[in-house]
């Protein structure tokens, strides 16, 4: 693995194309005579992350290029400015991102294995004034490692598509991507790519998508946002609107709705949801929690209060289960 000062390219016999067979002949038939010494570099990095993860303290909120592309501003303004009653992690989600985190090094470990360029681990970038770290540079095509739940990594097994992308992760590579316009060891200006890990059943893929740069004013969309959410007297507008709640007709598929309005998937999952809204009702359903801003019918679940919610007792802790990811 090369560190990020080195600028010199040596072109690699591989192409990023075979790169996700190449990992997996590496899982089947091993690395002969792969050094000690590069497993330990392996080690030391897993030993720096844990290190990281454990030091780390509260941050306090900035514009970077892993939140700039995301689909709710108001989130980003809330951030800012209303930290009383932001939803904390829970330990079960730390859990959850620190394996995500190992797991991401795992596999660039074992793209490294394989022969293909790895290059510039989380190498620092800048763009018009907002910093952020890329994941790396992989045949000289910036990668963003991830790793998915089976439901996630469906979405990126078929090409994530805008519609799907819940968390804003193409505007995120977009962003990455355009911040790497001028550096000589991402060859591939029009390209960039998801390596992406499914944390249940251990399958990979590449998903890769195309920029055009020069499509897009990246200076007026980033000064739009910072000047948004740098203005404390305006709330921006929600991002995504509540859902009818109801039942589907057996017969017509119809939604049958009953009044009550609750939160679609990227709000139940914002952990500025309370402040957002403010009035919120959790009910307690087999597949997880349901958010409800309005009850005209009484929903047929448990109910629990907002506190029970964000501090649970053990009692309830299992029905608040995340269902997706
Ligand atoms: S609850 Fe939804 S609309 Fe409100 S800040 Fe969060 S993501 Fe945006």
Redesign the pocket.
């Known amino acids: 693995m090369k560190s990020s000062n080195e600028v010199t390219v040596t072109s690699s016999p591989k192409t990023i194309n075979t790169l996700v067979k190449d990992i997996e002949d590496v899982l089947l038939n091993g690395a002969k005579g792969v050094s000690r010494d590069k497993i330990q570099n392996f080690g030391n990095l897993v030993a720096n992350t844990m290190y990281d993860r454990l030091n780390e303290t509260k941050k306090v909120f900035s514009l970077r290029l892993s939140n700039i592309g995301s689909?709710?501003?108001?989130?980003l303004?809330?951030d800012r400015w209303v930290l009383d009653g932001k939803e904390p992690l829970r330990a079960s989600t730390k859990l959850k991102f620190l394996f995500g985190d190992l797991i991401e090094l795992l596999v660039l470990f074992l793209a490294d294995l394989t022969g293909h360029d790895v290059r510039d681990q989380q190498k620092e970038r800048r763009l018009h004034g907002i910093l952020g770290h890329s994941d790396v540079t992989l045949d000289g095509q910036l990668v963003d490692a991830k790793s998915a739940s089976s439901f996630s990594f469906n979405k990126f097994k078929h090409a994530l598509k805008k519609e799907d992308d819940s968390f804003g992760y193409l505007g995120q590579l977009g962003a990455y991507h355009a911040s790497s316009q001028d550096d000589e060891g991402v060859l591939d200006k029009d390209k960039a790519s998801f390596l992406v890990v499914d944390k249940q059943h251990g399958h990979i893929t590449l998903d890769t998508h195309e920029f055009n740069h020069d499509e897009i004013d990246w200076e007026k969309a980033i000064s739009e946002r910072v000047s948004v959410v740098n203005n404390p007297d305006v709330m921006p507008?929600?991002?995504?609107p509540e859902i009818e709640d109801g039942y589907v007709h057996k017969e017509t598929k119809q939604l049958i709705i009953n009044g009550n309005k609750k939160?679609?998937v990227?709000?139940?999952?914002?952990?500025?949801?309370g402040?957002?809204?403010g009035n919120i009702r959790v009910f307690l359903s087999s597949k997880g929690p349901v958010f409800f801003t309005h009850v005209v019918k009484e929903p047929r679940m448990k109910e629990a209060s907002w506190q029970d919610y964000i501090n649970p007792p053990a009692e309830i802790l299992e029905e608040l289960v995340d269902t997706v990811d």
């Open positions: 689909p709710c501003v108001r989130k303004w809330l507008d929600r991002a995504f939160l679609g990227n709000c139940s999952y914002c952990d500025q949801k402040n957002c809204y």
